[in-house]
């Protein structure tokens, strides 16, 4: 089987990320929201042979990228198309990601050091980057840097939701 990154067009597979909850789509860091929520039977899973179903529709460069997901082994895939809905390649789903963290994290990079140091201690700003960045983060300070976001919004007209 052909790898995504032998089609130009989807440049390296690794970053290619799903957020299962809202239906997007990520690869290199753009976020493809779909153009279709269509439930269809796509075909059967190659890994246990049930049915496998259509989730998300999403257009990308040329193709069209079907996000599907066994009924039975849950396995999700991406199968890419061409614009004449000729099968062209098709990947397991990997990695996932929220976009809400995602929309965070670059809410977060966003935002001057500076600013941030003014309203949050240094322990504050790790457990916002932790939490958007979807990894371990202590709580407490994330508690205790919540409290400051409307100071935040004052000053900086920049509204957080970490
Ligand atoms: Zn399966």
């Known amino acids: 089987m052909r790898a995504f990154n032998e089609l130009s067009v989807l440049g390296d597979?690794?970053?290619?990320?799903y957020d299962i909850e809202?239906?997007?789509?990520?690869?290199d860091g753009n976020d493809l929201h779909?153009?279709?929520l269509d439930g269809n039977f796509i075909g059967l899973?190659?890994?246990?042979?049930?049915?496998?179903?259509?989730?998300?529709?999403?257009?990308?460069?040329?193709?069209?990228?079907?996000?599907?997901k066994c009924s039975s082994c849950k396995t999700i895939f991406a199968i890419v198309y061409d614009k004449d809905w000729n099968?062209?390649?098709?990947?397991?789903?990997?990695?996932?990601?929220?976009l809400k963290d995602s929309n965070d994290l670059?809410?977060?990079?966003?935002?001057?050091?500076?600013?941030l140091a003014t309203v949050f201690t240094p322990a504050e700003?790790?457990?916002?980057?932790a939490k958007?960045?979807?990894?371990?983060?202590?709580?407490?300070?994330?508690?205790?840097?919540?409290?400051?976001?409307t100071d935040f919004e004052e000053l900086f007209d920049v509204r957080l939701n970490i």
Not at 13 to 17: C, E, N, S
Not at 45 to 68: G, P, Q, T
Not at 106 to 115: E, F, G, P, V, W
Request: glycine share 2%; proline share 1%; charged share 25%.
């Open 13 to 17: 597979y690794m970053a290619i990320r």
């Open 22 to 27: 809202n239906n997007v789509l990520q690869i």
């Open 34 to 36: 779909p153009q279709s």
């Open 45 to 68: 899973c190659k890994n246990c042979n049930a049915d496998v179903n259509s989730l998300s529709y999403h257009s990308y460069a040329e193709n069209m990228i079907v996000i599907a």
């Open 87 to 98: 099968w062209q390649d098709e990947e397991t789903i990997t990695q996932f990601f929220s």
């Open 106 to 115: 670059r809410t977060l990079d966003s935002i001057d050091k500076k600013r």
């Open 125 to 129: 700003t790790t457990a916002m980057y």
């Open 132 to 149: 958007a960045r979807g990894e371990k983060y202590v709580r407490q300070y994330l508690y205790r840097a919540r409290k400051k976001y």
